[in-house]
């Protein structure tokens, strides 16, 4: 209740645009709920179809101006260049979320083709479209922020996560490059990396590989239960980022702690992923 409260006091996201992908569920639906909470107006776009009457009626319900979703899939071109062609016959966005991603477990061996297109299509060219087709809107009336979500994976990869971060990494490249060109255009560009976050994208990620069995994912949905970090708390860290434009914003103690380790001892990531690894196993291997 007491963020809620403190949501309905910023009175810099009222009546704003706010355009957030992936919204759904998970960290996307927070992410919209806090800016409804906030007053602002909402433009949202899933994959998954069935929710967004819902969403919309809850983000309304909540203090959104306005609320507004559609059935997007962010890694097709044609789709999102719609979705933007709506969201701006009234203007451009204030606020671009490029959240929608999906998960994918599994090294480069054990990954298909298919595979990494999958996750590109999702986790990549739903971010480059969104950039693409938002960024010259924003451009045009000089302000706005863009927000890209990452992940602490997009700049310490690991070995059962190779497609994964790969994708993550591209994000953070990305945006660092998007940030220096549309800086004196007036937009800012953030890249938000978090790190274990209990959402539904364990139970619909791809698991490859004799690191990650399907009879392993009950037991990674238990460990993120218990890490116990909710996609609220990304979401404050987002509308952070949109007031204050950090250029990287890691989410989460472990995504700080690698963050600072990438700066400063890269040599010590690797241990640290490692042996966090070791430490998961065993927890499995000991429950009865």
Request: glycine letters at 10%.
């Amino acid at each position: 209740m007491k963020q809620e409260e403190a949501l309905r006091k910023l009175p810099e996201f009222d009546g704003r645009r706010v355009v957030v992908t992936g919204a759904a569920s998970g960290i996307g639906r927070a992410i919209a709920l806090a800016f409804a909470r906030a007053r602002a107006q909402l433009f949202v776009c899933d994959l998954s179809s069935e929710r967004l009457p819902g969403l919309e009626a809850e983000l309304l319900a909540v203090g959104a101006r306005r609320a507004h979703a559609e059935r997007v899939d962010v890694g097709v071109r044609a789709e999102m260049a719609s979705f933007c062609e709506s969201v701006c016959r009234e203007g451009p966005p204030d606020v671009l979320v490029n959240n929608a991603g999906v998960g994918l477990a599994g090294g480069l061996l054990a990954t298909s083709l298919d595979d990494w297109q999958w996750i590109f299509n999702a986790n990549l060219w739903g971010v480059v479209h969104g950039c693409h087709f938002f960024a010259p809107k924003m451009t045009a009336q000089g302000r706005g922020q863009i927000i890209n979500m990452a992940s602490a994976a997009g700049y310490y990869n690991s070995e059962v996560m190779t497609a994964y971060g790969t994708t993550k990494f591209a994000v953070v490249g990305l945006s660092e490059g998007l940030r220096a060109e549309l800086a004196p255009l007036g937009v800012g560009v953030s890249v938000v990396c978090p790190g274990f976050v209990n959402t539904p994208i364990v139970a619909n990620m791809r698991l490859r590989g004799e690191a990650y069995p399907e009879s392993e994912r009950a037991n990674v949905r238990r460990f993120y239960e218990r890490r116990g970090c909710s996609p609220e708390r990304v979401a404050s860290a987002v509308l952070h980022a949109v007031r204050d434009n950090p250029a990287v914003l890691p989410v989460t103690p472990e995504a700080w702690s690698l963050y600072a380790m990438k700066r400063f001892a890269p040599e010590l990531g690797p241990r640290l992923l490692a042996s966090l690894r070791r430490f998961a196993e065993r927890r499995r291997s000991s429950r009865p």
